[in-house]
């Protein structure tokens, strides 16, 4: 089947799929979750393929270590999938969601409700464990998805979809809702049908997401890095600042929620900076830093481009700071809007550094690796948005709703308000559209 032909399968879908009733769409996700559990052997199988051809090219350095990192799936990992999946079942119905109701006229009721975005179109990379993440969000939230995943998890996601695939369709969700496409050149059709897909959603790098978004006329929602900074504040406690550091970086370094850079307030920087560097060199991570750093511990330089990269490995870039304003302002410049920390018992710098970093997530005295939207509470998240427009941070079931509005009158008609024979009254209502339609 050719990617249009999946593409308009799919909006088909999509069109059944605001209407799917929320208990067909739980149990296909309680479905989907047990079948990956009873099947496991073979999803396992299939990684394994992936991981020893993966492993092949990283000794040709033709693929990275991050990247193999990422594509390996575990007994814990296929059970944290899972997992998320029936938590995504057990959230509320995120579908005829009453946002805004008023009377605008005696019997002439309006209603906002979620309902939603259609067809979404996700493009990301080798990590296998994105696939069900994904389909169940757009599964929970009515939409249709049509999912291309890295060619270096090929095997272990035709693993995942044909599960999924089949235990939802069993439990009523219309043929066609999910569809995989495989074939890179197949990513250039899809940016081409506006049409039948309503939101991208890619997850790679800077220059990927930047080519899909040079490339359709789609709406793009997603991030392109992941450079996230902890700030150690003059006023930090730093044993819980060395804590707070090493979970950030060596709890999994190959996410886009890894800490890539420490900044140090100078008043902290003699005593701190020995602490960290003894912790962090012991876990084999590669510390490079600033001049002043390189005063205080023995490390690698930093250059100019290191304040630009993403690692996803164990290296991490520390800089000496004189001040607040001055770590807001290196995060500000050289962030990538991701997720960004303050260590500190000063509140009110604390407080002050929440509201002027500007990032999608911002936290005080906690691990930039909660940025995570089953960590949220989300159930799980198609990605992280670093946008202002439509969703923004772990973008979980809402993020993938959009709005229509009810008008129901009884024969009302413009010209009896323009002509002054009737004039709106515009009060709340306290009925919302499910009340409606139960009749309540």
Not at 62 to 69: C, G, R
Not at 195 to 205: K, M
Not at 207 to 217: L, N, W
Not at 230 to 242: P, R, T
Request: proline share 4%.
């Amino acid at each position: 089947m050719s990617v249009i032909e999946k593409a308009k399968e799919a909006r088909g879908a999509a069109l059944k799929m605001g209407t799917l009733p929320l208990g067909v769409r739980n149990n296909a996700l309680l479905r989907a979750a047990e079948e990956i559990a009873r099947r496991k052997e073979e999803i396992l199988a299939a990684n394994a393929r992936d991981v020893r051809r993966c492993e092949e090219l990283l000794k040709k350095r033709k693929i990275s270590k991050p990247l193999v990192d990422r594509l390996r799936l575990s007994d814990r990992k296929l059970e944290s999938i899972c997992e998320s999946m029936r938590s995504v079942a057990m959230l509320p119905d995120p579908l005829g969601r009453t946002l805004y109701a008023v009377r605008m006229d005696r019997d002439l009721d309006l209603y906002k409700v979620t309902c939603p975005i259609g067809v979404i179109g996700a493009i990301f990379e080798s990590r296998p464990d994105v696939l069900p993440q994904i389909s169940s969000l757009c599964l929970k939230s009515g939409n249709a998805v049509l999912l291309k995943g890295g060619s270096e998890a090929r095997e272990s996601n035709r693993a995942l979809f044909s599960i999924i695939k089949e235990a939802t369709e069993r439990e009523g969700v219309p043929k066609g809702w999910i569809q995989l496409i495989e074939e890179r050149a197949e990513v250039r059709e899809l940016l081409k049908l506006d049409e039948y897909i309503d939101l991208l959603v890619p997850r790679g790098s800077r220059e990927f997401i930047k080519y899909i978004q040079q490339h359709t006329k789609i709406p793009v929602l997603g991030h392109a890095e992941g450079i996230c900074h902890i700030y150690v504040d003059a006023s930090a406690d730093l044993k819980k600042a060395v804590e707070v550091c090493y979970d950030a970086k060596v709890q999994y370094p190959a996410v886009c929620n890894a800490v890539e850079k420490i900044l140090v307030h100078k008043a902290v920087a003699e005593r701190f900076l020995p602490m960290l560097a003894e912790r962090l060199q012991q876990a084999g991570v590669e510390i490079r830093g600033c001049p002043v750093t390189r005063r205080i511990i023995k490390v690698k330089p930093a250059t100019q481009e290191d304040w630009r990269t993403e690692y996803l490995d164990l290296i991490v870039a520390v800089k000496v700071v004189g001040s607040l304003q001055e770590a807001v302002d290196h995060i500000n410049t050289y962030g990538s809007k991701h997720t960004d920390a303050i260590v500190t018992e000063d509140r009110n710098a604390a407080i002050e550094f929440l509201e002027r970093v500007d990032s999608s997530s911002v936290f005080w005295n906690a691990s930039t690796r909660f940025s995570d939207g089953y960590r949220y509470g989300l159930g799980a998240e198609v990605g992280i948005s670093t946008g202002k427009i439509h969703a923004r941070g772990p973008v979980g079931l809402e993020g993938l709703t959009t709005t229509k509005y009810y008008l129901v009158g009884n024969g009302h008609v413009v010209a009896d308000y323009i002509e002054g024979r009737k004039k709106f009254i515009h009060e709340p209502l306290s009925k919302t559209w499910k009340d409606f339609k139960t009749g309540a």
